[in-house]
T-cell receptor, first 116, second 111 residues
């Protein structure tokens, strides 16, 4: 079975500082993809970053980077230089590329609060 | 570029009434399409997915159904709504590596 765990229900960060949102996963699929999404109060889910299990380097997209530690089965999101607009819910997700079929599973989310 | 539309944006329906939510995608052909539900303050629950016209897979048994009458159209329906059907419904399409891109969502309240 596949599982995503986000253990931080809420996080606070000072504006302009970096913050790490934790995500651990469990899968028996040898090939999988990991995703992070942002959900602001408007409700829309915004894709942030993708990491493939066989990618040698950690993914980066602007101020977002994914700290991928395969042996520990963790895929933490790092947001650098936080901005007030980063306040939102953040979801980690995974899809098994061999046995997962077309299903992506999502974690419970972490609510990030950026303080001015 | 691809875009995804959902309507209506909000809906208030009485218990026992029917439901029809529509999702359309532009700028891509034969996408994988998905319906999710999100209860207040919770994560996403996959309801249905479709890999082609008329092909629907259900993930959770319930009183909802889905149809895909056209390549880029995905419809979520119910004959009789329950209170527990309230939530935020999101449609998504699969892009490269099947990264899912979401529509703006429909907020459904069943009274």
């Amino acid at each position: 079975a596949q599982k995503i765990t986000q253990t931080q229900p809420g996080m606070f960060v000072q504006e302009k500082e970096a913050v790490t949102l934790d995500c651990t996963y469990d899968t028996s699929d040898p090939s999988y993809g990991l995703f992070w999404y942002k959900q602001p109060s408007s409700g829309e889910m915004i894709f942030l970053i993708y990491q493939g299990s066989y990618d040698q380097q950690n993914a980066t997209e602007g101020r977002y980077s994914l700290n991928f530690q395969k042996a520990r089965k963790s895929a933490n999101l790092v947001i650098s230089a936080s901005q007030l607009g980063d306040s939102a819910m953040y979801f980690c997700a995974m899809r098994g590329l061999n046995t997962g079929g077309f299903k992506t599973i999502f974690g419970a989310g972490t609510r990030l609060f950026v303080k001015a | 570029s691809q875009t995804i539309h959902q309507w209506p944006a909000t809906l208030v329906q009485p218990v026992g009434s029917p439901l029809s939510l529509e999702c359309t995608v532009e700028g891509t052909s034969n996408p994988n399409l998905y319906w999710y539900r999100q209860a207040a303050g919770r994560g996403l629950q996959l309801l249905f997915y479709s890999v082609g016209i008329g092909q629907i897979s259900s993930e959770v048994p319930q009183n909802l159904s889905a149809s895909r009458p056209q390549d880029r159209q995905f419809i979520l329906s119910s004959k009789k709504l329950l209170l527990s059907d309230s939530g935020f419904y999101l449609c998504a399409y699969g892009g490269g590596t099947d990264t899912q891109y979401f529509g703006p969502g429909t907020r459904l309240t069943v009274l």
